[in-house]
């Protein structure tokens, strides 16, 4: 069975507004000259992980200029280098994490964050680390996509925490992909409200890899049609997702509230297989300012 995207003059007419719109603002140029270059840098194990710890980060947080986010990840130098990690590696290397997390306030669910990336760094430290580095550094010159799509789904198979998006986040940061994009809630809201998607994209859905690799096959065929590249589209910061923001720092303060005395759990229905997995990290998640309008807890 197989699926063809039908593209119409009126979803061309939508690519070609927005190219026009923001061909010209930072994060695009940045993307032509990065991701299009014909060579790129590179990879180190030293870049390849303080990306991945940043991009980790970008979770269900506000990365915005002026976020505590953007501040943690242009300080110089790097409170998580790969150097002070292997320092800590004699002691706990996630609670040297979790510690800096908490003191600079970076990361929801940063207990989970902490065990993820402190996985990521023992693999990097041992077994996996030259493995990953051949992974990325096949496409420091200019690859098809399906070279992409393997290195990403490497990312994806081998790191936890990084899925369909977040690994290609990681590559796009990287300056590696031209056709491999996270897709996000800016791009899924575009494809939803402008496009009219043929079936509504939700980020449940994308975090499966094969609705993922669909959903990326439609924006691939459309961009090809207007002879233009996939590329990530410029958040209005004032706006994007703070409707969702606030909406989730609500049911944060309710479970903080009503549920004080659990903090992350698991329901395992053997009968069926099923698991369902409470996360941890509400307390602080609860804490968060609202963006559209004071906070106040749900009820």
Same mark, same amino acid.
């Given at each position: 069975?197989?699926?063809?995207?039908?593209?119409?003059?009126?979803?061309?007419?939508?690519?070609?507004?927005?190219?026009?719109?923001?061909?010209?603002?930072?994060?695009?140029?940045?993307?032509?000259?990065?991701?299009?270059?014909?060579?790129?840098?590179?990879?180190?194990?030293?870049?390849?992980?303080?990306?991945?710890?940043?991009?980790?980060?970008? %979770?269900?947080?506000?990365? #915005? *200029? &002026?976020?505590?986010?953007?501040?943690? =990840?242009? $300080?110089?130098?790097?409170?998580?280098?790969?150097?002070?990690?292997?320092?800590?590696?004699?002691?706990?290397?996630?609670?040297?994490?979790?510690?800096?997390?908490?003191?600079?306030?970076?990361?929801?669910?940063?207990?989970?964050?902490?065990?993820?990336?402190?996985?990521?760094?023992?693999?990097?430290?041992?077994?996996?680390?030259?493995?990953?580095?051949?992974?990325?550094?096949?496409?420091?010159?200019?690859?098809?996509?399906?070279?992409?799509?393997?290195?990403?789904?490497?990312?994806?198979? %081998?790191?936890?925490?990084? #899925? *369909? &998006?977040?690994?290609?986040?990681?590559? =796009?940061? $990287?300056?590696?992909?031209?056709?491999?994009?996270?897709?996000?809630?800016?791009?899924?809201?575009?494809?939803?409200?402008?496009?009219?998607?043929?079936?509504?994209?939700?980020?449940?859905?994308?975090?499966?890899?094969?609705?993922?690799?669909?959903?990326?096959?439609?924006?691939?065929?459309?961009?090809?049609?207007?002879?233009?590249?996939?590329?990530?589209?410029?958040?209005?910061?004032?706006?994007?997702?703070?409707?969702?923001?606030?909406?989730?720092?609500?049911?944060?303060?309710?479970?903080?509230?009503?549920?004080?005395?659990?903090?992350?759990?698991?329901?395992?229905?053997?009968?069926?297989?099923?698991?369902?997995?409470?996360?941890?990290?509400?307390?602080?998640?609860?804490?968060?300012?609202?963006?559209?309008?004071?906070?106040?807890?749900?009820?």
């Amino acid at each position: 069975m197989e699926i063809n995207w039908q593209i119409t003059t009126d979803d061309k007419a939508c690519v070609k507004a927005i190219i026009e719109k923001q061909q010209n603002t930072e994060l695009v140029r940045d993307r032509h000259a990065r991701n299009l270059a014909e060579t790129k840098p590179h990879v180190t194990k030293e870049r390849l992980w303080e990306v991945m710890v940043c991009m980790r980060l970008t %979770t269900l947080a506000s990365s #915005g *200029p &002026k976020s505590k986010l953007a501040t943690f =990840q242009s $300080l110089s130098p790097f409170p998580l280098t790969y150097d002070k990690m292997c320092e800590k590696q004699k002691q706990s290397c996630e609670d040297f994490i979790l510690r800096t997390l908490r003191t600079h306030e970076v990361g929801t669910h940063r207990i989970k964050i902490s065990q993820d990336l402190a996985n990521v760094f023992n693999l990097l430290e041992n077994h996996e680390g030259q493995r990953a580095l051949d992974q990325c550094n096949r496409l420091v010159r200019l690859e098809q996509r399906e070279i992409e799509a393997a290195v990403a789904n490497y990312i994806n198979d %081998t790191f936890k925490g990084f #899925g *369909p &998006k977040q690994s290609r986040n990681v590559l =796009q940061t $990287l300056g590696l992909t031209r056709y491999e994009i996270p897709i996000d809630s800016r791009v899924t809201n575009w494809l939803n409200d402008k496009l009219k998607f043929p079936f509504k994209l939700t980020s449940k859905a994308l975090s499966d890899r094969d609705c993922y690799r669909l959903v990326l096959d439609a924006v691939c065929k459309l961009c090809s049609e207007c002879e233009t590249y996939p590329y990530p589209i410029k958040p209005d910061y004032n706006s994007s997702g703070d409707a969702q923001h606030d909406f989730d720092t609500k049911v944060a303060q309710y479970v903080t509230k009503e549920l004080n005395n659990i903090d992350g759990f698991t329901l395992l229905d053997d009968a069926n297989r099923y698991k369902i997995v409470m996360p941890n990290g509400w307390a602080e998640r609860a804490k968060q300012p609202m963006k559209v309008k004071a906070a106040s807890t749900v009820n």
